[in-house]
C-alpha cells in the first residue's frame, strides 16, 4: 500500500543535459512573491508535483558539485546541508487541507530555489576562487 509521500527513488535517475536554472525561477517565484495570490487548487497539485522533480533533478547535479570542492569548503558544507534539508522536503506529504497544501509548496518552492542557489554557487563556470 502507497503512502504520500514521493519515494526517494525519484532522485536517482541523473539527468543528461543540466538543470534549467531559469526554469526552476520561474517555478518558485509566483509562490515567493510577497504579492502572490494562493493558487487554484489544480494549479497548486500541479505545481507540487512540478517542484518535486525540479528538486528530484538537482539534487544529483548539486551534490556532485560538491564532490570537487575540498571538504573543508563552507559553499560546500552549506550545500550539503541544502541536500540533506531537501531530501527531507522530499518526504513531505502533500497535507489533508488546503493551507497545509499550500505550506507545503513554499516549503518545496524554497527548497528548489535554495539549490539553484548552490547550483550556480558551485557551478565551475561562476564560483569565485579566493
Known amino acids: ?10 532522485e536517482t535517475g541523473r539527468a543528461s543535459a543540466p538543470p534549467d536554472i531559469a526554469t526552476v525561477r ?6 515567493l512573491a510577497a504579492d502572490a495570490d494562493e493558487p487554484a487548487p489544480a494549479e497548486l497539485a500541479k505545481v507540487t508535483a512540478t ?23 563552507v559553499p560546500r558544507a552549506c550545500a550539503l ?8 522536503r522530499l518526504r513531505l506529504g502533500d497535507g489533508d ?12 518552492a524554497r527548497t ?3 539549490l539553484a542557489d548552490h547550483h550556480q554557487t558551485l557551478s565551475p563556470t561562476t564560483r569565485r576562487t579566493s
Open 81 to 88: 546541508a541544502c541536500i540533506g534539508e531537501a531530501r527531507m
Open 51 to 73: 517542484l518535486r522533480e525540479h528538486i528530484a533533478g538537482l539534487l544529483p547535479v548539486v551534490e556532485d558539485l560538491t564532490r570537487t570542492l575540498p571538504t573543508d569548503d
Open 26 to 31: 520561474a517555478t518558485v517565484r509566483p509562490l
Open 112 to 114: 528548489a530555489n535554495a
Open 97 to 108: 487541507n488546503a493551507t497545509v497544501r499550500l505550506s507545503v509548496a513554499v516549503r518545496l
Open 1 to 10: 500500500m502507497g503512502n504520500a509521500t514521493t519515494p526517494a527513488a525519484t
